[in-house]
């Protein structure tokens, strides 16, 4: 079997680790078990949480690549039924039922886990699953501030909800609220206004409050966002003052330090706060999220903002998206009746059990105020999102100012998307000769060239060597053959460095100060400027082209999307809404509509339990809430 293994690795579909994690965790003579321990290990490297075992056939083994290399790993093994892979995993001594927690592999409810991911996903399943309601203020008084913070503005007899408001008054009255909308739904504005509500009805003790998102970008956004829409609120001084002047992120609040397994805040050391705001929620894995609510105090309220559609985080887990399906089923009756006196809509109840507590904490945003009805990015998000790979196509060939494809069929295609980079960065390198910093941060921020892969020439390697080619050939940046440092060179921090307080994600640009030295010039979360020698800087990549994953949490005027020339299994719809959903005002496409078609058709699942094991620890409850 190992030798087989080591095959899957020589042909991409395992990893080394994969392999290794088998051969410490299973003996020789345990095929099954080998096989088990590295597909697991597999699957938790491409983002999942568990590996079910009704789903470990030979059809589903390596998702269908290398069918031979599958028939002959499945003839070493005697599996042919869920109840023989249950047996066959219990009888290893590295693998229990859940019951002792010191194995480092758990079968759970036929799902089959690595420990840590087990543990962090029941510390969810019971954080969510329990009862948030809480008492607060008497409607009336409720009532009284909402109303003037969340203006009715709809027409006179209209039907519509305001659903910002609707968020709001589920936030002031539950310990957990989940905000899910698309770009331009409001989600900041909703946020300060509720802080501003939660404010003002706790006035006898002020609110300790903090604001983090998962990347610096998405800090300073939040930032940004929330200090220009709570200026415009009536709040007090005291009340101003209490709203958090700078969002910073996860890492950062949680005290992680590369050096320490366990971050300064965890549940023994619970975070000082009364409210914690996470923005960007899509791009929190797992164990992150595990990590935030083992520190939150138990008083304390947590407020997730996102768009569920968004791509999962790279690391293991959709928890954003596996919240939002409790959303489906629309609020309880008595949580209906509620929202419906605090708001004055009338909100109709759903399908939901009373005993299912989560959902009455859930709001999805539903209208969005930057894309109009004209506007063809909104039009192409939409279709996206629905998986109507036609109307998508369609969206191209209707004339919207905003939106533009091209294929990429040849050479000269190529070199006419390269151009198209060019002129989207031309303005930025120019003022890069002579303008302050943080103008041409500003200008760098206005254009992105995206791409899903990060390999080949139409992946961020490929693209950012032809760019700096064709802009060095253009005369807008001068390199050297002795350095790859010149003005104007955009990186990518690819390595959180605590002492430098930069992290994952965030973007410098290298520009020559007073003294004439270069130095690489970030904007923190704080709005502020910070400069650092290049040889200072942890590990990082130029950054004319990024993936789309990096990309969450930021937006730009005009952005470049590039998909492949042939299929990768990589490509998907949440990763074209993504890219798409960045775009402010224009949206550039290069690809052949056959590859969009299919990376519409193609969602993208992450396999967890925490569903099926919130709704497990909602009956639970119930049932010794009957007995007492």
Known sequence: M??????????????????QLARLLAAPTEPACLLAIAWLSAENGEGHVCLPLANMTQDNLFNGRQPELAIKIWQQIQCNSLQDWREILLANPNISDGKQVTTPLIVDQDRFYLQRMWQDEGQLAKFFSKPSRLACADDQQLQ????????????????????????????VTSRIAVISGGPGTGKTTTVARLLAVLLKTNQQKPLIISLAAPTGKAAARLTESLSRVSSNLSLTPAEFSAIPSEAMTLHRLLGCRSDRAQPIYHSNNRLPIDVLVVDEASMVDMPMMAKIVAALPEHARLILLGDRDQLSSVESGAVLGDICNFAERGYSSQRASQLS?????????????????????????????????HSG???????VNCGDSQAANMCFELAYTDLARYDLCCADDYQKLVKCAVDGYRQYLVAALSAPPQIV???FNQFRLLCALRNGAFGVAGLNDNLEHALSANGLIRRTVYSPWYIGRPVMINQNDDTLNLFNGDIGIALSDQQGNLRVYFQLSDGSLKSIQPNRLPSHETAYAMTVHKSQGSEFNHTLLVLPDSYSPLLSRELVYTAITRARQKLTLYADPVILSKAIKRPTRRISGLVQRIKLYCEQSEIVSIIE
Not at 150 to 169: C, G, R, T
Not at 359 to 371: A, E, T
């Open 2 to 19: 190992l030798t087989l293994l080591q095959h899957a690795v020589t042909a991409g579909v395992l990893r080394e680790l994969d392999v």
């Open 144 to 171: 009284t501030i909402l109303h003037p913070l969340f203006p009715n503005v709809l027409p006179e007899n209209s039907e519509e909800i305001d659903w910002q408001k609707v968020a709001a008054a589920i936030a």
């Open 341 to 373: 006196a605090l708001t004055g809509y009338a909100l109709s109840s759903g399908s939901i059990s009373e005993e299912t507590h989560l959902g009455d904490n859930i709001c999805l945003l539903r209208k969005s105020h930057r894309f109009g009805e």
């Open 377 to 383: 990015i909104g039009r192409l998000a939409h279709a």
């Open 441 to 443: 941060l500003n200008l």
